[in-house]
């Protein structure tokens, strides 16, 4: 009886329906309008409130990011010494060992590793010619140098100076020159071996010829055999004809002005004015129309070397072809 008297009063109670009202679409707008609502005042769809909060929080927040990024540029430079690098040899990344490299490269320090030429071909002569002109410049051309270089001539008796570098003598390139073509106009060209410079870096000598590496060259032996103990103290450069050939296309190589790098080119210690010391290598009589390729070896007891095509260390491979 209950139960029935509670369901005829739920009955009786009305119904509450609820109605949806779904949005309706804006009204379709022309540019002029989006613009500029003349109605409304609003511009592209904003008031001048609207637009001003906008353009307040975007440059406070521009403000602060700048802020935060001055912070930490300068937080970065105070690290930094324009002098030296903060980590140096076995700390930094360019380690202990340093590259060997050769110019002239078409495209820089990032160009092929090969020198091709038509002899016959004056063009193709004067472009090779000119890029060792370029690398050349600031050795022959002191005005390239920074103002108040303290450059002075070195030998293997007289120290360099405290506060100057040593000078290299282009003179003594032989026939590695711009007055002779650097060999390239005879088919004899040159080209010139150099080391990446490390800071502080000081290399070991082979400067007793009791303790020479067995796979050095014999003509390099003899070599560092004729010279006096003082003028042992450099990182000696050999090239040899790398291939598996019994054809031997390189011919004769001579080196100038010596077959090292002087010691006391080293350490590098980044001051004004100072320029690598180079061994300019002379192709005499290399094989014409074949392709030849030569290993280039700096020797120093500290100068590790790996030949090989991947992970090539001490020594670098220069492709000389002459059609």
């Excluded at 390189?250 to 320029?275: H, K, V």
Aim: charged share 20%.
């Amino acid at each position: 009886m209950s139960s029935n008297m509670a369901e005829r009063k739920r009955s009786s109670q009305p119904r509450i329906i609820k109605t949806y009202e779904f949005p309706t679409m804006p009204e379709k707008q022309s540019l002029g309008q989006f613009l500029y609502d003349s109605s409304s005042g609003r511009v592209m769809g904003r008031t001048a409130k609207s637009w001003g909060q906008l353009m307040l929080f975007y440059t406070i927040f521009y403000i602060v990011l700048a802020a935060l990024y001055a912070i930490c540029m300068q937080g970065l430079l105070v690290t930094l010494n324009h002098q030296y690098p903060r980590w140096q040899l076995d700390e930094s990344r360019i380690g202990t060992n340093p590259g060997v490299t050769f110019r002239p490269r078409a495209g820089g320090m990032e160009g092929a590793l090969e020198i091709q030429y038509v002899a016959a071909n004056k063009t193709d002569v004067s472009g090779w010619v000119d890029l060792i002109n370029e690398f050349l410049e600031p050795y022959t051309d002191r005005t390239k140098l920074p103002p108040g270089t303290n450059q002075v001539i070195c030998d293997f008796v007289t120290n360099p100076p405290r506060k100057g570098v040593c000078a290299f003598d282009v003179s003594k390139l032989g026939p590695c020159t711009a007055d002779a073509g650097f060999g390239y106009n005879r088919s004899a060209p040159c080209f010139f071996i150099k080391l990446n410079k490390i800071y502080n870096w000081e290399p070991e000598y082979y400067d007793n010829v009791e303790d020479l590496p067995a796979d050095m060259p014999d003509d390099l032996v003899g070599y560092i055999k004729s010279l006096k103990e003082v003028e042992r103290k450099q990182i000696w450069i050999s090239c040899l004809e790398d291939t598996k050939s019994e054809e031997k296309l390189l011919g004769p190589i001579e080196y100038f002005p010596s077959r090292g790098l002087p010691g006391y080119y080293y350490p590098y210690l980044n001051l004004e004015g100072y320029l690598s010391p180079l061994v300019a290598v002379q192709l005499a009589r290399p094989q014409p129309k074949s392709t030849i390729n030569i290993e280039c070896r700096a020797w120093a007891k500290n100068i590790i070397y790996n030949g090989g095509t991947r992970n090539r260390l001490g020594s670098v491979v220069v492709t000389m072809r002459i059609d």
